[in-house]
């Protein structure tokens, strides 16, 4: 089954805990992103890597970290959350192709609560 | 600022009826145009789509109009189902996969 797998589902932590949230994706796909979502914001983008090695800032990048090692992974770091990071986390990854638009694949999200 | 706005936080339907869900754009540089539906405690889910070329796009019960001119795109759903109730998100795009998502719509249709 094609799928975008979140881990933790759901995490409750303190300010300053260094903290990883896996992605994984199994259709190989070249592209994935991180969002955000928050109320009366809609999702807001963090980061996205057009492939392996290849990562850029999104819209709200600050207190993130990213790396794409391998073409199926993604994880998120917060390297020192804050409450303010307390938020509704997805993945998503989607087949790049030239002229083409492909609808981005979400995982079920991960919902982060930082005291 | 919001470049990708949906007015309504929610909208109530019944059901049989048709839904109109809105939304709106500022940066005319947007060539590309998602809708996406959201159950709680999951993932959006990708639910139809117009390039900039067009105004019109149909898939099955779900229609999506795109009014260049008002930067507008709406979202019909006729007739509407119970299963239908999900919050709406729409998007829009400039280069391939570096969506803007609106804020979304809560739709609850009712028996």
């Known amino acids: 089954e094609a799928q975008v797998t979140q881990n933790p589902r759901y995490l409750i932590t303190v300010t300053g805990k260094k903290l990883t949230v896996t992605c994984s994706q199994n259709?190989?796909?070249?592209?994935m992103s991180w969002y955000r979502q928050d109320p009366g914001l809609g999702l807001r983008q963090i980061y996205y890597?057009?492939?392996?090695?290849?990562?850029d800032k999104g819209d709200v990048p600050e207190g993130y970290k990213v790396s794409r090692k391998e073409k199926r992974n993604f994880p998120l770091i917060l390297e020192s959350p804050s409450p303010n990071q307390t938020s509704l986390y997805f993945c998503?990854?989607?087949?790049?192709?030239?002229?083409?638009?492909?609808?981005?694949?979400f995982g079920d999200g991960t919902r982060l609560s930082i005291l | 600022d919001q470049q990708v706005k949906q007015n309504s936080p929610s909208l109530s339907v019944q059901e049989g009826r048709i839904s109109i869900l809105n939304c709106d754009y500022t940066?005319?540089?947007?060539?590309?145009f998602l809708w996406y539906k959201k159950y709680p405690a999951e993932g959006p889910t990708f639910l139809i789509s117009?390039?900039?070329?067009?105004d019109k796009n149909e898939d099955g019960r779900f229609t999506v109009f795109l009014n260049k001119s008002a930067k507008h795109l709406s979202l019909h759903i006729v007739p509407s189902q119970p299963g239908d109730s999900a919050v709406y998100f729409c998007?829009?795009?400039?280069?391939?996969?570096?969506?803007?998502f609106g804020q979304g719509t809560r739709l609850t249709i009712n028996p």
């Open positions: 998503a990854s989607s087949s790049l192709t030239e002229n083409s638009n492909q609808p981005q694949h």
């Open positions: 259709m190989n796909h070249e592209y």
């Open positions: 890597s057009m492939n392996v090695e290849v990562t």
């Open positions: 940066n005319s540089m947007f060539d590309y």
């Open positions: 117009i390039s900039s070329i067009k």
């Open positions: 998007a829009a795009s400039v280069s391939p996969q570096k969506l803007v």
